[in-house]
């Protein structure tokens, strides 16, 4: 079925106003009357046994005597507004934005504000006007903040570089928001020019933060610098304090950074309207099997908030901060963005969603056909074989070692003593020690960034893939320097994507063609393949959830403490690289 897709209130708007405030007076039939119901006012807390009068895309009116060309008995169910994801990243999903729509939009989700940055720190602006496209006319309304980090920082190679009078281009696109999440934090807090050049030509529009652990004087000139939100909150007194530093907090629940339940002590009666809630990056079977935002609801409403003060954290907040006044509740004028919610009201069982008045999903299934995807740009798998070497020649001392969290993006920074054989540190699986490397894939340099990690639990064989946030290079962890040889060229092969080796056969590999990112295949097909590498994985010993997901993590160099990428380790803390021997710093 055909979906409407409007973006502002009354913005492209195929039918006159009057005849809206005809419906509205109930001097005109509205399209489709939803009777029966009990409907959440986000704005009181209340649940009001009203009609609602729905015309074309919008909601016309609520209360009792309209009429309709069709009538939905809601037989008491309630009717809850369509909710909003303020934070994710499409590409995590490994789907293109009309597959990662089949997956949210039954569960409950109308609307998302996507940072395209994964695919824009390999394509660039061309990867950004991908997404703006594959999301056009969906069920599910796409907005897009213009990604502010592409590089994510100077120490590490992306695809792609896009300054402020790059970005600013973005602006004229109606669905482009405003200025995505500021990783770069401390460019904003010493006032690094090309920070401020991006801040100056976003003013006036929304700007969105990323400042994990910032406290203090810090946060202070953070904040001053420009951005208004943060989703990197870790602990209930980090909320707390940039809370009450003015910033909107998004609590966030992705599929390795499961921060909610943590934060839920920082939620007040007074400060919670200026909390929104997040994704952030989850993969195709949480998507699926857990849900999303409404997972995040159900979890809210468990832990004790009453569904009425829950629910706004995904409707009405978000579209306040946002600016997107044309939803985020049921009121006249507002977007005909609609839940049907059976049983009890804080399982937020989505019986059927409605996009813009029209039913699109029912019964957990979408309603509208698969669609093709515009073709992506061009893959690139820029790799000098000839000058990749995963030896770690051996020095005197201790070495720094990454330990990953697991369900964290952080990570912690050990020392240890180093296993060596023949003149070179090797892994030690029996440790837990695994080597971990960076293979530059976007300009051919021959740089690899070479580490050693804890936590990700392999006993043999290794994982590699092309989803190494937010440069997306070629990252590799192993017990083996064949097993991992054999992993990469395995995703390079596929021109992006994800595998498992051990010695020289492949165990299990999933294509990510667009971008090294993406798959054109149907989500539940993706959910497949990714199930089957992280089964292959967990044969290798790995316990973790998904140890995809957590190594991609481990090259992002904007999360604390210790990250690696193709230049090598990085102390995110002391935003410096530093050398994997300790003794170097003596030198």
């Known amino acids: 079925m055909a979906c409407r897709t409007a973006l502002r209130i009354f913005d492209a708007m195929t039918f006159e106003k009057a005849d809206l405030l005809a419906v509205a007076r109930g001097d005109q039939p509205a399209d489709l ?14 649940v009001e046994d009203l009609d609602v009068a729905v015309f074309g895309p919008w909601i016309a009116g609520l209360g009792e005597s309209y009429d309709a060309a069709r009538v939905v008995d809601l037989q008491g169910a309630f009717l809850v507004p369509g909710l909003i994801d303020a934070h994710v990243h499409i590409e995590s999903s490994l789907a293109t934005p009309p597959e990662f729509a089949r997956a949210v939009v039954p569960r409950g989700t109308t609307t998302v504000v996507c940072d395209p940055h994964e695919i824009a720190n390999v394509h660039g602006l061309d990867g950004m006007n991908f997404m703006l496209e594959a999301s056009e006319g969906l069920p599910l309304s796409v907005f897009v903040m213009a990604s502010s980090c592409v590089p994510a920082t100077h120490l590490s190679t992306a695809g792609a570089a896009l300054d402020a009078e790059a970005l600013a281009g973005l602006l004229v696109h109606p669905r482009v928001l405003g200025l995505a999440e500021l990783m770069n934090f401390p460019g904003a807090i010493h006032g690094d020019p090309g920070v401020l050049a991006k801040l100056d030509r976003f003013a006036g529009r929304v700007v969105d933060g990323h400042a994990p652990g910032v406290s203090g004087k810090a946060l202070n000139a953070y904040v001053a610098a420009g951005p208004r939100s943060d989703h990197e909150c870790t602990t209930p007194e980090e909320a707390t304090e940039k809370l009450r530093r003015g910033l ?3 609590l966030r ?9 943590a934060l839920l002590p920082a939620l007040t009666t007074t400060n919670r309207r200026r909390v929104s809630l997040c994704t952030d990056d989850r993969q195709p079977a949480d998507l699926l099997d857990e849900g999303g935002i409404d997972a995040m609801l159900r979890t809210l409403i468990a832990g004790g908030m009453d569904p009425t003060e829950a629910i706004p954290l995904a409707t009405l907040n978000p579209a306040e901060y946002f600016g997107l006044h044309d939803r985020g509740a049921i009121a006249p004028g507002r977007r005909a963005d609609l839940l049907v919610v059976v049983g009890n009201l804080g399982l937020m069982d989505v019986r059927e969603v409605y996009s813009g008045g029209e039913l699109v999903a029912s019964d957990g299934l979408p309603r509208w056909e698969r669609r093709p995807t515009p073709p992506p740009p061009l893959p690139t798998m820029a790799v000098d074989w000839d000058r990749v070497d995963l030896t770690i020649p051996a020095r005197e001392g201790l070495v720094r070692v990454i330990r990953a969290i697991p369900d964290q993006i952080v990570t912690g920074s050990e020392l240890t003593e180093p296993r060596i054989v023949e003149g070179a540190a ?6 837990d020690l695994l080597k971990i490397a960076v ?10 960034g070479l580490g050693l990690v804890t936590g990700i639990g392999l006993e043999r064989g290794a994982i590699a893939g092309t989803v190494a946030h937010d440069h997306h290079n070629i990252i590799v962890i192993g ?12 995703v390079a092969g596929l021109g992006g994507g994800l595998a498992v080796a051990e010695a020289e056969a492949v165990l299990s590999s999933l294509a990510l063609p667009i971008g090294g990112l993406m798959s054109p295949e149907p989500i539940e097909a993706i959910r497949d393949g990714l199930d089957q590498v992280v089964a292959a994985a967990r044969r290798l010993g790995s316990p973790l959830h998904d140890p995809f997901m957590a190594m991609s993590f481990l090259g992002l160099e904007v999360i604390p403490s210790l990250k690696i990428t193709d230049r090598g380790l990085v102390d995110v803390e002391r935003f410096e690289p530093v050398d994997l021997w300790l003794t170097a710093d003596a030198e």
Do not use: Q, W, Y
């Open 33 to 46: 009357l939803f009777t029966n119901g009990r409907v959440v006012n986000v704005f009181t807390g209340d």
């Open 248 to 250: 909107h907090v998004f």
């Open 253 to 261: 629940e992705a599929s390795n950074a499961k921060n909610l339940k």
């Open 426 to 431: 090797v892994a030690d699986p029996s440790r």
């Open 439 to 448: 293979i530059e894939r976007h300009t051919a340099s021959g740089r690899v």
């Open 479 to 490: 017990a083996d320097d064949t097993s991992m040889m054999t992993a990469v060229h395995c």
